[in-house]
């Protein structure tokens, strides 16, 4: 096969979700659809947070920033799989490609530092309860500026690694955005250096991460069990359960696919499971973090009575 240097390559071409193509117009609807009420759903999570003075606390920071990071995080993939869907041009530009990489590691890893302080959040509010808090505000920035200056010097190794490869005549990438795993594949230069990254940045940006949450639910468990009231046990597993329900579809969908890969999962398998993780875990947060809570309806209810009163 013929190689062609990486500035010499000017376009990728994404084959795609496996749909048939009279099944394209249902599918666009669908994912618009969800992609709308994630953007709509999240932005109402930081409105709601911003305006109401009863939700700046630790937990609604950390939610704040998780749900700004859900919205950059779809917007980093589905709108472009809906232009490709609807205008049935599979070509993408070998520099959006590459942002494209840079942005979904870069929010990736955001995701699973966030999650991890959050976990760590929970575990202060309900292991020390009648210490002083623990988590002020300036522990809560620094947790949130790490995350970001770590998840952007991720990204960044991954991608200046990844510019410097060539990439072989077929340049088709079989997936809906530029998954870093199938372009190394159609790399013709060695990428044992990339290889080697994306291991090291998988122990530290998703093993460690799930450990420390796991430590900390483990914590958690055992304060659970010391409260001899059931409603402190309900109060408690209410608390957690809805970090815990994202956590688990978040990780489990990302290490079966990263971490420990079937060698019997298709390409099709492969891009489904990419969906539950890109696109309909953000849109799951705000119901399940937020617009169940009953904080979080008392300050939509008293957002929607000043809108009414304004009105009049």
């Not at 840079?102 to 976990?119: I, K, N, P």
């Not at 290889?195 to 304060?223: K, M, N, Q």
């Not at 970090?243 to 019997?264: A, R």
Request: aromatic share 10%; with cysteine; charged share 10%.
């Amino acid at each position: 096969m013929t190689r062609e240097n990486q500035s010499s390559v000017s376009e990728f071409l994404l084959l795609g979700l496996p749909i048939r193509p009279e099944q394209q117009g249902m599918f666009f609807a669908l994912f618009l659809g969800v992609y709308l009420t994630t953007v709509l759903g999240n932005l109402l999570i930081l409105l709601l947070i911003r305006l109401d003075p009863r939700l700046h606390t630790p937990m609604y920071f950390f939610l704040s920033h998780l749900a700004l990071t859900d919205v950059s995080f779809s917007s980093v993939t589905v709108p472009k799989m809906l232009i490709n869907m609807q205008t049935q041009d599979q070509s993408i530009p070998y520099a959006e490609c590459i942002m494209q990489t840079y942005f979904f590691l870069f929010f990736t890893g955001l995701d699973d530092f966030l999650l991890t302080s959050m976990a760590y959040d929970r575990y202060v509010a309900i292991c020390y309860p009648l210490h002083p808090p623990v988590m002020g505000q300036e522990l809560c920035t620094l947790l949130v500026t790490v995350s970001w200056i770590l998840s952007c010097a991720n990204a960044l190794c991954h991608t200046l690694l990844l510019t410097q490869l060539s990439f072989c005549a077929d340049l088709s990438i079989p997936h809906f955005f530029c998954d870093l795993g199938a372009l190394l594949k159609l790399s013709c230069s060695d990428t044992s250096l990339n290889e080697l990254a994306i291991f090291i940045a998988g122990v530290a940006d998703i093993i460690l991460p799930l450990v420390c949450i796991l430590i900390s639910y483990g914590c958690i468990r055992a304060t659970i069990l010391k409260v001899p009231s059931t409603k402190g046990i309900c109060k408690a597993l209410s608390t957690c359960g809805s970090h815990l329900s994202v956590v688990s579809l978040y990780y489990g969908t990302i290490i079966g696919l990263y971490i420990f890969p079937s060698s019997s999962t298709s390409r099709d398998e492969s891009t489904i499971a990419s969906v539950m993780y890109t696109v309909v875990t953000p849109l799951l947060n705000p119901f399940i973090y937020s617009l169940r809570n009953r904080d979080m309806k008392g300050a939509l209810e008293r957002l929607l009575h000043r809108v009414k009163v304004l009105s009049q």
